[in-house]
Nanobody, 118 residues
Framework: QVQLVEFGGGLVQPGGSLRLSCTASDDIYSFTVLTMDWYRQAPGAQRERVASIRPDGTTNFPDAMESRFAISRDNGKNAVYLQMNSLKPEDTAVYYC??????????WGQGTQVTVSS
């Protein structure tokens, strides 16, 4: 398993920005082989994927996700980041870091709350 810990959530006004961070343990799997994802879950809604980044830095976003978000990684720090700009109240959710190592189960962080409100 991979232990994931998220940081950086909080309260931000509409139009503001936040940068979420997630660090991953590498006791079993090297971070450099993991595709990393960010998901979010709003109250009463299903969890949805926000962004993904492959080990080589290739990024992928669901079609419905706007371009206000950017995902990046630092393999030297075992970290993945989600930069969120022009935040809207509908971005309010718990944001989760996720990965699925080879031949292993899904791994999730504990989540970090992002609230967009004036």
């Amino acid at each position: 398993q991979v232990q994931l810990v998220e940081f950086g959530g909080g309260l931000v006004q509409p139009g503001g920005s936040l940068r979420l961070s997630c660090t991953a343990s590498d006791d079993i799997y090297s971070f450099t082989v993991l595709t990393m994802d960010w998901y979010r879950q709003a109250p009463g809604a299903q969890r949805e994927r926000v962004a993904s980044i492959r080990p080589d830095g290739t990024t992928n976003f669901p079609d419905a996700m706007e371009s206000r978000f950017a995902i990046s990684r630092d393999n030297g720090k075992n970290a993945v980041y989600l930069q969120m700009n022009s935040l809207k109240p509908e971005d309010t959710a718990v944001y989760y870091c996720h990965t699925k190592p080879p031949l292993a189960e899904d791994c999730w962080g504990q989540g970090t709350q992002v609230t967009v409100s004036s």
